[in-house]
């Protein structure tokens, strides 16, 4: 069965200080890796993915991944953080020899303090 | 704005009462899919469309649930005989292709069942 982890409920982080927000996944198959960020009140936005290639992916707002086959992980990073990154963010996975339904982990709160 | 809409965003109803939600999803995507999201929790699968057929359905989708895509293009996912467990924010996506990754969420509805 298809499984995300995402172990921290919260991150506090400085501004201007780099963040990690973890990840680790379970498929039987090839994964295709997903985060997305949810502000309040608001539905899902796409950040960035994973599907082949380059372990290391570049997304939106100046958020990048970092795809660990061997740890099963996909932990996303930012060199320098904004307050304005603040917000529930979610790692998904999905098997796509199995099916096409995306399974979400339950999302970390951000939080960048001033 | 030609992403994903939802209507309504917000509905309050009373148990036992049905309600209706739309999802217009984005133009020319053939996948449309429900996710259901209560609080502290990631969105969870409900059901998929590959134009009109719905190909999926998650256990989490009683028989008070239903989804409809008539035409290919909007969606509507009905649930009669509220209950108070219902209450969450409903997610509708869309992707597009054969080998579409990305889905692309609305903004959500929010019921709340009294």
């Known amino acids: 069965a298809q499984s995300v982890a995402q172990p921290e409920d919260q991150v506090n982080v400085a501004e201007g200080n780099p963040l990690t927000v973890k990840c680790t996944y379970s498929?039987?198959?090839?994964?295709?890796l997903f985060w997305y960020v949810q502000y309040p009140n608001r539905g899902l936005q796409f950040l960035l993915k994973y599907i082949t290639g380059d372990n290391l992916v570049k997304g939106s707002y100046g958020f990048e991944a970092e795809f660990n086959k061997s740890q099963t992980s996909f932990h996303l990073k930012k060199p320098s953080a904004l307050v304005s990154d603040s917000a529930l963010y979610f790692c998904a996975v999905r098997d796509f020899a199995r099916d096409d339904k995306i399974i979400f982990g339950k999302g970390t709160r951000l939080h960048i303090l001033p | 704005d030609t992403g994903v809409s939802q209507n309504p965003r917000h509905k309050i109803t009373k148990r036992g009462q049905n309600v209706t939600f739309r999802c217009d999803p984005i133009s020319e995507h053939n996948r449309l899919y429900w996710y259901r999201q209560t609080l502290g929790q990631g969105p969870e699968f409900l059901t998929y469309?590959?134009?009109?057929?719905?190909?999926?359905k998650s256990r989490l989708l009683s028989d008070r649930f239903s989804a409809e895509r008539p035409k290919g293009s909007f969606s509507t996912l009905e649930i009669q005989r509220t209950e108070q467990g219902d209450s969450a924010m409903y997610l509708c996506a869309s992707s597009a292709g054969l080998l579409q990754e990305t889905q692309y969420f609305g903004p959500g509805t929010r019921l709340l069942v009294l």
């Open positions: 498929v039987s198959g090839n994964p295709y």
């Open positions: 469309f590959q134009n009109e057929a719905q190909l999926e």
